[in-house]
């Protein structure tokens, strides 16, 4: 069966420190996988999506960047974090199939920057 | 105009009550729309397909109006277990872009 994980599941950072987020899908091949925010309060925003090694697209112009380097592999990644940066990270995957609108997602990652 | 919209809420009902959600969208060509489920500090599930002529799923019903951009969520014979968020999806412009709904809260009281 497919899985997927994402690490750590809670982070508190100073502003101006790096990040690194990392989601792993397992039982599976080339999926599309997401990186999601969601703000207190507030609705899912994409950040990232991927359909492949290497291929990255942006949604929002922000301090975040995120990388695929593996096939099953999706790390959202930022050099100097920013208050505003707070959030409940979620990578998802698409199951395998497009048009579905099924994602899935992992437990998510809670980011609190002070 | 945010592309998907939907009332905050909470919606604070009593059990075996029947409630429902609505939801606007700006895009008129989207084709494809859903309903999610996010329990509190919990990831996002599938909660439902949203199909042009209206689907049923149990106690949930699923509606669609073109002509006016929005989509409906009915809860019917409301449990505790039904106290979630739930969010309005949407697929954009590309066929790998869902936009979420900023959710509406339900509370279902004993």
């Known amino acids: 069966s497919q899985t997927i994980h994402q690490w750590p599941a809670t982070l508190v950072q100073p502003v101006g420190s790096p990040l690194s987020l990392e989601c792993t899908v397992e039982?599976?091949?080339?999926?599309?996988l997401y990186w999601y925010r969601q703000a207190a309060g507030r609705g899912l925003q994409l950040l990232f999506y991927?359909?492949?090694?290497?291929?990255i697209s942006s949604e929002v112009p922000q301090n975040l960047s995120a990388s695929r380097p593996q096939d099953r592999q999706f790390i959202l990644s930022s050099k100097k974090l920013l208050l505003s940066d707070s959030g409940f990270y979620l990578c998802?995957?698409?199951?395998?199939?497009?048009?579905?609108?099924?994602?899935?997602f992992g437990e998510g990652s809670r980011l609190t920057v002070l | 105009r945010k592309e998907v919209e939907q009332d905050p809420g909470p919606f604070n009902v009593p059990e075996g009550a029947t409630v429902a959600f609505n939801c606007t969208y700006s895009?008129?060509?989207?084709?494809?729309f859903f309903w999610y489920r996010q329990d509190c500090r919990k990831e996002p599930k599938l909660l439902m397909s949203?199909?042009?002529s209206g689907n049923e799923d149990g106690r949930f019903t699923a509606q669609l109006n073109r002509a006016s951009q929005y989509i409906s969520l009915l809860i019917r014979d409301s449990k505790l277990s039904d106290s979630a968020t739930y969010l309005c999806?949407?697929?954009?412009?590309?066929?790998?872009?869902?936009?979420f709904g900023s959710g509406t809260r339900l509370l279902v009281r004993p």
């Open positions: 999806v949407v697929l954009g412009d590309s066929s790998y872009k869902l936009i």
């Open positions: 895009n008129s060509a989207s084709q494809s």
């Open positions: 991927s359909v492949g090694i290497g291929q």
């Open positions: 998802a995957w698409n199951g395998g199939r497009v048009d579905t609108g099924e994602l899935f």
């Open positions: 039982g599976t091949s080339n999926p599309n």
């Open positions: 949203v199909y042009s």
